[in-house]
């Protein structure tokens, strides 16, 4: 009895793609990095997953049209006649661990469909403590693309730190039912307090994104964000006692 | 092997009609309001839902006759050539993501078989404090929607508060799951503090359905329930210190 | 992919019976008194329920044997042309909402093929204190169910204490789901502090049953059990300060 | 929905074989006995089960691989005529009930398809309390396996400490689905303080596996993590107020 509906709004066949991950999670730094992409590569719509393993809400709009929770696929077709780019991302991952297996398995599914050959997920690596040069960490379903992503700058330690409790949710998940599916693909993680919203964090993973998609991207948005979260975190760290609620909104970075 | 058993009473084809839902939730605002107008409208009982997605559990009534737990419909035919109107009420929602989803696709399912063609669901919106005149939010599914809803007096805000949370539960499921289906319809938020059941808020919320759907509402009944609870709040925040359980009960105002 | 097992011994077809359940609850009232009942009755093993609805668990006999958690029918043949008993006892209730539902109806489908025709259901009712003189409380799925408690001695208060809650679980959901299933029934609820096993409690229960069924019960056995439950009672109560707990054993009261 | 895939290596068919199951779970006394086993036996790799009763969840190997979360079976072909041996173990058990039945019973279904005919289960048993010669209680699904047990070193007590709680989660669930699948079997339960893995417990069930199955074990890499262990609990408990975390690493031993 499990709902699940597809609401295609564009669903091509595309080139050797690409799936990019960026659901909510430690730090939203896959969130913020899969948005500002699809920001900036004006990225199309193409569906909507719709699905009984998602909380039972709706969100509401500034002009207070409601919209139902959902995961998203928005793609990205490469003029160069480069690898095209889908990118997921929604408000929420599967509620439980079925759901979470329910959604991955239907995600990979539309995915293949659609043409896509490797996947790369994106998340936060959680410190418990304020870092000022986050590195990008990762892990990967192949020697090969180990080394590919260790080009691109990825971080990959001898004696890797995550290596006890692995990768949680979708990153993890997408990465092992895909190479069950035969799909290839690795997860960067950008290290980050996991205490908010880390702007800092989704930069340096779109700084490895650029090279390993071979993309040119506008990051002046972000910047803005950055500086913003930066003003916030000072006050939070230097003014605690004083803190007064009203004036500060940590609502604005999502 | 999910159970779900329709017990029906009287199923008639309505003319154009109105599902209004209210299900127990913040301030039981909806709820209130939804039993207040099967009562003054003197609505007839329509068919009951019965669902593994609701707890386990009977209530007792005062003859010492149990009932199972279960969601219904009442309606009430418009005499006056105007749009009918189905009532969905319980004493609980479903249990979990999934029993949510269930139900209100159930329950989406029988309203159209009956002639549903616009939802409104009824609901609190907690503020955390005692508030003496609480508006009536709004949210909806389309932009004449939101209008219609303004001119009766709901309140939209440019900085919509609400926005970040959205609508939890089936206030907000009914109204995105509608859409999916192809009906409109809008949610009523009465401002509430939260912390018990508010009539005060309902009669804000059947002002507004008054005019939303040209009836007259007689809200004498709510106005005893309204100076009752009054006294309750004087009592429960004056003289917290020396409260005597055994002279309160909140139990009266459901 | 839901597991269900059922193991038949004996599966006979009875005159007219009635579904006596006693699974644990609060103070374990009802499962004592079923316990006791099949004993002194000396009534047959009918059948064993397995099902992932239960925990996943397996028990161990004092001779060191296993056996998988279950539900169990054990059937009395009234050989007073009278009408005969199934009783339904177990180590546990369904473990959620949906496994609570799941099992109660496949323990109807098997109590109807076997001839039940009424269900009784057995629970305490808590107080938070102890009572001396524990009543016994009642609620049923029809007036003349009502009636014919009370001639057997149980209490319909006419401001129900219970009524605000329900009754949550087997006890109130067997009723439920019987009445959807034209079985009527009633259900007995023996007061009690719900801290520990009470067979006070049960003992009060059974002499409404004595009634009810116009059976002979011999209490003996129970007698003991509440001599032994009322000695630790007071030292719990009067000594707890010096509470050593290697001299208290409360496990031997099931 | 659920989502269940077999993964095949090679599916010999075996000669009466034994499962031996070592799940994680208290003290890990079971995953630490048979990762020990598969070691020193040279186990071959059988076959994965990935299943959405699992962890939504990838490991990362030192290569910076991943993994996701499975059991698996090894096997171990005995040259000597005798009985051969199927391994199964994982990073975790199923996440609930549900879960729990669904894998134990696929596991079943696997283990007979490949010419199991007994079961051991392996877990640890929780004192609370630091013990220097830990015994090996057990449980079984029959007496001639007690006695069989018993003959190999494994402690039965008249009172059985264990018999109140039973045993929970797959060491009890294979053997109690085991005996509704008319497969007999046995349960190994190191005793041991449940508050670190405790090789010291596993060695004490090897023992008894030696004798049981007429093995010649290999113990002295289990000793190298005695010692080790050995050392950080002289430390935790006579330098805990001293206690420098940097120093301790209680990760290595799984």
Redesign the interface.
């Known amino acids: ?3 699940l ?1 597809i ?1 295609v709004t564009d669903k091509p066949t595309l080139n050797n793609a690409f799936l990019i991950e960026g659901l909510p999670g430690i730090g939203n730094v896959g969130k913020l990095a899969v948005h500002h992409l699809i920001n900036v590569l004006n990225a199309k719509k193409s569906l909507e997953i ?1 699905s ?18 959902n995961n998203e696929f928005h793609y990205y077709k490469n003029s160069k006649n480069q690898r095209d780019i889908i990118f997921l991302t929604g408000e929420h991952q ?2 439980d ?6 959604l ?2 239907k995600i990979l599914e539309l995915a293949k469909e659609m043409g896509v050959t490797e996947i790369i997920t994106l998340g936060g690596y959680g410190l418990g403590k304020i870092v000022e040069k986050p590195r990008v960490l ?6 090969s693309m ?1 080394k590919k992503l260790k080009k691109a700058g990825v971080h ?1 330690s ?3 730190e ?3 409790a ?5 990153s ?2 997408l ?3 895909g ?2 599916n035969g799909l290839e693909g690795g ?1 960067l993680m950008g290290e980050t307090s996991g205490y908010i919203a880390d702007p800092t964090s989704a930069r340096e993973i779109l700084l490895v994104l650029q090279k390993l998609l071979s993309l040119d991207i506008d990051l002046s948005d972000l910047d803005e964000k950055i500086e913003k979260v930066g003003a916030l975190t000072k006050h939070l760290t230097g003014m605690s006692d004083s803190l007064d609620d009203s004036e500060i909104d940590i ?1 604005y970075i999502e």
Chains 1, 2, 3, 4 share one sequence.
């Open positions: 009895m499990s709902f509906e609401s719709y009984s393993s998602l909380p039972p809400q709706v969100t509401i709009n500034e002009g207070g049209i409601v919209g139902l929770i599967g509620l661990h079925k759901g979470q297996y329910d991955c398995i990762g892990a990967a379903t192949s020697i180990v990959f001898a004696e890797q995550e290596s006890s692995g990768i949680v949710g979708a993890g998940l990465l092992g039912l190479r069950l997860c609502s």
